[in-house]
């Protein structure tokens, strides 16, 4: 008996939203579907029991195991799909045994999961896009010379496999370039074993563009056309004043002329196609200067929190159009956004002990409010995205009026305050200067002394 085909096959990660969004496509087009996580055994155990039909592991490092775990589901598979950056190594080994499922080549994934290959291969195809680059083999001198040769200054410093934008460094000198190379080499090190990363650490120096960075994700068909989603403007922490390189916001859809639009279009296009993609979706960042687009990079699979973005501003359900590609089925793009959408990441301005928060609860109160993850409290360490840390919180904005959403995100900037306790100095508030806590502590001594003094004095009056 022929069984039905109705498994969607996630590698490496599922989360609870995913089943959502497919739940939706079911019962708008009476569809029915299957979901299956497949993961590595290795990786550390998941707090909680994933929220899909199917959930099976494997021992990655030996390829007849991922076919063994597969084969009783093989005539019951209709998609494969990988949601983040750190798994497309292991999306790259599934690929051989779903033979008859269509999935990017691992060749494709290899170029578009290493930096360096990546702009070796927009070189071939895209090098009008493509900003100057080189390999970083070492921090000694004569390679800090080759690379300012190849490169020149300012230059970017950042990881080949690494997303969200850690460990990323500007350079204007040499003496700066020397430093990060030096504190780069091992952090990657340690990311990566942390992460149980399958690829090998590699820094790339990239020259770098003054300019606005957007992002756009694209559904790549099995015969290389191309459906694009809205174009996300990203503002960076360096936009802000700071020394960072995260992506602090993230605004869909722009505003933008129609004619900038296609044009950037026509670049991620171009990339896509560099890199041989197929059968995916493709998340491209790129700088606008002046009237010019360069390549940033492209990812292999969706851009973070696209999902929630799309969905809110333009009703795009983007976790089942990175599956109907796949399936394959032509993805389903409204034409007109009913509103506007946005991501902002909050780091605070100093590395140390959070001592004290204030304003993430009003957040809540916000008419653009969507939903918050607080990802650091009082007491934990706030590190900057460059040195690998995590935000201290994330939140999504929704309002169907653009002013009214930038005046939200403006609130926030203004009411929340995190203070912040470096090693053997003053508490430092990433906001409004006051008093910390550690003065209110030496206060509240220094009134009890003065008391005990007093009161001691006075007793000493009435024995006379």
């Given at each position: ?47 909680k ?10 021992d ?22 990988c ?30 999961a ?9 070189n ?24 300012i040769?190849?490169v ?8 080949t ?29 340690a990311?990566?074993?942390?992460d ?25 068909n099995?015969r ?10 990203q ?47 493709a ?26 973005l ?12 990175d ?21 902002l ?19 809540e ?6 939903s ?21 919180f994330?939140?999504v ?12 995100i ?6 929340v305050?995190?203070?912040v ?41 009435k024995?006379?």
């Amino acid at each position: 008996m022929k069984k039905d085909k109705n498994i969607l096959l996630f590698v490496g990660t599922f989360a609870d939203r995913y089943a959502n969004y497919i739940a939706q496509y079911e019962a708008k087009y009476e569809k029915h579907f299957r979901t299956m996580l497949l993961r590595d055994s290795k990786l550390r155990k998941l707090e909680k029991e994933p929220t899909c039909d199917i959930f099976v592991e494997c021992d990655f490092s030996k390829p007849h195991k991922i076919a063994e775990v597969l084969l009783p589901y093989q005539d019951e598979l209709l998609a494969v799909t990988c949601r983040t950056e750190q798994q497309i190594a292991r999306f790259a080994q599934v690929i051989p045994h779903v033979p008859y499922l269509r999935t990017p080549t691992t060749e494709s994934l290899a170029w578009a999961a290493d930096k360096y290959e990546m702009r070796k291969r927009f070189n071939l195809g895209a090098k009008k896009y493509n900003p100057r680059f080189t390999w970083v083999k070492n921090a000694t001198a004569s390679e800090r010379r080759r690379v300012i040769e190849k490169v020149g200054f300012p230059l970017v410093i950042k990881p080949t496999s690494l997303a969200g934008s850690l460990f990323v460094s500007i350079c204007y000198h040499e003496d700066e370039l020397h430093k990060t190379l030096q504190s780069s080499f091992r952090r990657v090190r340690a990311a990566y074993k942390k992460d149980s990363r399958l690829e090998e650490p590699k820094i790339i120096a990239e020259e770098y563009i003054e300019g606005e960075l957007y992002s756009i994700d694209s559904y790549v068909n099995s015969r290389g056309a191309v459906y694009h989603c809205p174009l996300v403007r990203q503002r960076t922490a360096r936009e802000r004043g700071g020394d960072d390189l995260y992506n602090y916001l993230q605004i869909t859809p722009t505003a933008l002329k129609s004619t900038t639009i296609a044009k950037a279009e026509e670049v991620a296009e171009a990339a896509i196609h560099a890199l041989g993609l197929r059968s995916v979706t493709a998340h491209t960042e790129l700088i606008k200067h002046d009237d010019e687009w360069k390549i940033v990079e492209v990812g292999p699979r969706p851009g973070g929190q696209r999902d929630l973005l799309h969905s809110l501003s333009c009703d795009i359900n983007h976790t089942m159009n990175d599956l109907l590609v796949r399936i394959p089925r032509k993805p389903v793009i409204p034409k007109k956004c009913q509103g506007f959408a946005a991501y902002l990441k909050y780091y605070a301005q100093r590395e140390g002990e959070i001592t004290e928060t204030k304003g993430i609860k009003k957040i809540e109160e916000l008419d653009s409010f969507n939903s918050i993850v607080v990802n650091k409290r009082v007491g934990d360490r706030a590190i900057f995205a460059r040195n690998g840390g995590r935000s201290i919180f994330n939140v999504v904005l929704y309002n169907n009026d653009r002013a009214k959403l930038l005046a939200d995100i403006r609130r926030i900037e203004q009411m929340v305050s995190v203070r912040v306790l470096t090693r053997g100095k003053k508490a430092h508030a990433t906001k409004k200067a006051g008093v910390t806590t550690n003065q209110k502590k030496a206060t509240i001594k220094t009134t009890v002394k003065k008391v005990a003094k007093k009161t001691v004095k006075r007793k000493s009056a009435k024995k006379k």
